[in-house]
Each structure stands twice: as structure tokens, then as C-alpha cells.
Nanobody
Framework: QVQLVESGGGLVQAGGSLRLSCAAS????????MGWYRQAPGKQRELVAG???????NYADSVKGRFTISRDSANNTMYLQMTSLKPEDTAVYFC???????????WGQGTQVTVSS
């Protein structure tokens, strides 16, 4: 069982920055993949950025060059640094972890990010 707790969301003006945090209840090196997803009203949840246990990262085209995913093994925490935010980045952001041979999925409760124009 993996528990994930997100924090760091909020209201920011377009062009601003936010950093989201996701604290895991287990060592993040025991997790095969971690990632950030987001879901805007009326839209499907989409992958924003992911990172594997080996450190390989991937990003959605819409956030490349603006968002950076990272992790801190000492604190078992994953981050999403978001810069040059746009109104279309407004969504609930969810932390995800996939672990074990079956890649069991775990989700955080979500944190709201609102970007005003």
C-alpha cells in the first residue's frame, strides 16, 4: 500500500510559477514509476510528467520546457516545478505511483491549480 499526499496548489496569475509536492509513504526507489496527472473540468485525466525509478523523465508536449519533474529520495517526495503557467494549465493535479510486478496504481487526493489570465 502506498499513500500519496499532494500539496502546493493554488491560484496564480498567467506567467507565474508553482511547485507541487507529492509525499509518498514508502521509499520512492521502491516505486517503479511516479507521475503527475491533471484533470480539467469536462476533460479526461491526462499525463503531465512522469519519472521512472531509474530517473528517466517524460513530459506532455503541452508542458515541455515549462514544467520539471524531480524527486528527493531523502524525503520520499516527488515535485513538479511549473513555470510560465497558462490559463489552460488550470486543473486538479494528481500524484500517481505504479509499483510492483503488476504496476499497481495509487493516487493522491489531488490539488487544485488555477491560473488566471
Amino acid at each position: 500500500q502506498v499513500q500519496l499526499v499532494e500539496s502546493g496548489g493554488g491560484l496564480v496569475q498567467a506567467g507565474g510559477s508553482l511547485r507541487l509536492s507529492c509525499a509518498a509513504s514508502v521509499s520512492i526507489f521502491s516505486i517503479n514509476r511516479m507521475g503527475w496527472y491533471r484533470q480539467a473540468p469536462g476533460k479526461q485525466r491526462e499525463l503531465v510528467a512522469g519519472i521512472t525509478s531509474g530517473g528517466t523523465t517524460n513530459y506532455a508536449d503541452s508542458v515541455k520546457g515549462r514544467f520539471t519533474i524531480s524527486r528527493d529520495s531523502a524525503n520520499n517526495t516527488m515535485y513538479l516545478q511549473m513555470t510560465s503557467l497558462k490559463p489552460e494549465d488550470t486543473a486538479v493535479y494528481f500524484c500517481n505511483a505504479a509499483t510492483g510486478l503488476l504496476l499497481l496504481q495509487y493516487w493522491g487526493q489531488g490539488t487544485q491549480v488555477t491560473v488566471s489570465s
